[in-house]
């Protein structure tokens, strides 16, 4: 099995900046697809970002240009690098990490865009 731990989030204002980090415990992390959820009160859950075993990267149209992901597998961990955050960027934000029908989940790390 595979356990997720996230950090990294907290409180910025917005066009600031912030760094998430996903680190996995496990085997064979180099296998799994991996992305990052956001959800904010009220509001559904939302895929943010992937990237797969191989690398391949694909965002959501809202984060697109602002936001970077990116695996580190020698430490088994992802990242979110997350630039001009706006206000809307407020959520919990999860680490999903699959590998055929396997799944798990972090259990998230605060974001928080304010003035």
């Known amino acids: 099995q595979v356990q997720l731990v996230e950090s990294g989030g907290g409180l910025v204002q917005p066009g600031g900046s912030l760094r998430l980090s996903c680190v996995a415990s496990?085997?064979?992390?180099?296998?799994?697809?991996v992305r990052w959820h956001r959800q904010a009160p009220g509001k559904q859950r939302e895929l943010v970002a992937s990237i797969t075993s191989g690398g391949s990267t694909n965002y959501a149209d809202s984060v697109k240009g602002r936001f970077t992901i990116s695996r580190d597998n020698a430490k088994n961990t992802v990242y979110l690098q997350m630039n001009s955050l706006k206000i809307e960027d407020t959520a919990e934000y999860y680490c999903?990490?699959?590998?055929?029908?396997?799944?798990?989940w972090g259990q998230g790390t605060q974001v928080t865009v304010s003035s």
């Open positions: 999903n990490a699959n590998r055929g029908i396997l799944g798990y």
């Open positions: 496990g085997t064979f992390f180099n296998l799994y697809n």
